[in-house]
Nanobody, 127 residues
Framework: QVQLVESGGGSVQAGGSLRLSCAAS????????MAWFRQAPGKEREFVGR????????NYADAVKGRFTIFRDNARNTVELQMNSLKSEDTAVYYC????????????????????WGQGTQVTVSS
């Protein structure tokens, strides 16, 4: 049974930092690109960033570029999201997701092309 379990969410003031973690089990981790999405209240879920393998190519949404960084650890089957300079508009539930590595980069932001999802972790940024 595949499980993606996020952790590390919480409340922080604007300008602060948080680091989210996603632990994967039940799948061959190196066969999957790992991504982060988020969903704010009343809004659709949106792409945050994705890291592929083996090239470890990473791409980010424009809204987080330069502030968020994705780290992948194949030895521990984890992917982390370091979030710096947080803004109130970053408030959302953050989800990690797994997409087979053979899918092209053009599908990186398409939620329908991800096989597995975590349950999400809440991030609240107060101004």
């Amino acid at each position: 049974q595949v499980q993606l379990v996020e952790s590390g969410g919480g409340s922080v003031q604007a300008g602060g930092s948080l680091r989210l973690s996603c632990a994967a089990s039940g799948l061959t981790f190196r066969n999957y690109a790992m991504a982060w999405f988020r969903q704010a209240p009343g809004k659709e879920r949106e792409f945050v960033g994705r890291v592929n393998w083996p090239v470890s190519m990473i791409n980010y949404a424009d809204a987080v570029k330069g502030r968020f960084t994705i780290f992948r650890d194949n030895a521990r089957n984890t992917v982390e999201l370091q979030m710096n300079s947080l803004k109130s508009e970053d408030t959302a539930v953050y989800y990690c997701a797994a997409q087979p590595t053979w899918k092209p980069l053009t599908l990186a932001q398409d939620m329908g092309h991800y096989d597995y999802w975590g349950q999400g972790t809440q991030v609240t940024v107060s101004s």
